[in-house]
């Protein structure tokens, strides 16, 4: 298995406010995300002491005994908010469940009335007194990196910098707090998370404890993903691959068991979902079809796309 060192990208160039450190970030952002679908982040502008604080949290909740976890899963909420148990997400196309257990918090709406049907409420962890403050500033931090990153997109794309921030303002974004227990027997499969693509605009990925994670590249090869420490992990997701006409890749990847030795460990992961309003339009850009790149998808809102993928990955019912 190779490793694989992601290109790495700086957001303070895109923020800075030189015109040339800004269409530099642009250039790259976009060459990787055509290429790969994969790139790592420095000075995202997500406090690392959020990070850091959240991790302490999400590691004390984890280690709760299961019948105190179970009073925060909610399976009329399709995994959306709450504690979801061991077992019960498996990917596209897969019988065996990932081996893992999570934790979805969702959009803290500001400003005006959304159904809760869409946005039901986040749910209140009483056991870590910390946990749900933690969890609104890391969520927060995530969105503001996610939309400059967006932004950058944007203009990479030619639709105007802000396109994507009143589809993403309140959109149905998801913090997931996800731990793989320690491996006590012969495993059934290499794999703690079969190979997947992510459904959303695009993913942010803290980088801590993030050994396992691999891609698959356009040869058919695994590759180990290693990203500088502090640095977030980003990636295309289906929806930003769907609207862009294929031209940006949502990349296959995945999370394999560590070697032997390592098995006693737990490994602990803080992805970002950044999703947008379920009325956003998926429809391909009329700028990325053409006789070279046919329409290779049919028009469909983020809501309809959403709710067919969580039926396929057996977090939601018909």
Known sequence: ????????????????????????????????????????????????????????????????????????????????????????????????????????????????????????????????????????????????????????????????????????????SILRAIHYPPITSEPKSAIRAEQHEDINLITLLVGASAEGLQLLNRNGEWLDITAPEGCLVINVGDMLQRLTNNKLKSTTHRVVNPPREKWHTSRYSIPFFTHPRSEMRLDCLPSCVDSRHPLAYEPISAGEYLNERLIEIGLKTK
């Not at 007194?129 to 944007?154: Q, W, Y």
């Open 1 to 172: 298995m190779s490793q694989h060192t992601i290109p790495i990208v700086d957001l303070s160039d895109f923020t800075s406010g030189d015109p040339q450190r800004k269409q530099k970030f642009v250039e790259e952002l976009g060459k990787a995300f055509e290429d790969i679908g994969f790139v790592s982040v420095r000075n995202h502008g997500v406090p690392q002491e959020v990070i850091d604080n959240y991790y302490d949290a999400i590691k004390e909740f984890f280690a709760k005994p299961r019948e105190v976890k179970k009073k925060y899963e909610k399976p009329e909420l399709a995994g959306q908010r709450g504690y979801t148990s061991f077992g019960k997400e498996t990917a596209k196309g897969y019988d065996a469940p990932d081996l893992k257990e999570f934790w979805q918090m969702g959009q803290i709406v500001e400003g005006e009335e959304l159904s809760k049907a869409d946005y039901p409420d986040n749910i209140y962890v009483e056991d870590v007194p910390a946990f749900n403050d933690l969890g609104t500033k890391l969520f927060k931090g995530f969105e503001g990196s996610a939309r400059e990153l967006l932004r950058a997109i944007a203009i990479h794309l030619g639709i105007g910098e802000f396109y994507f921030d009143k589809h993403i303002h309140n959109g149905n």
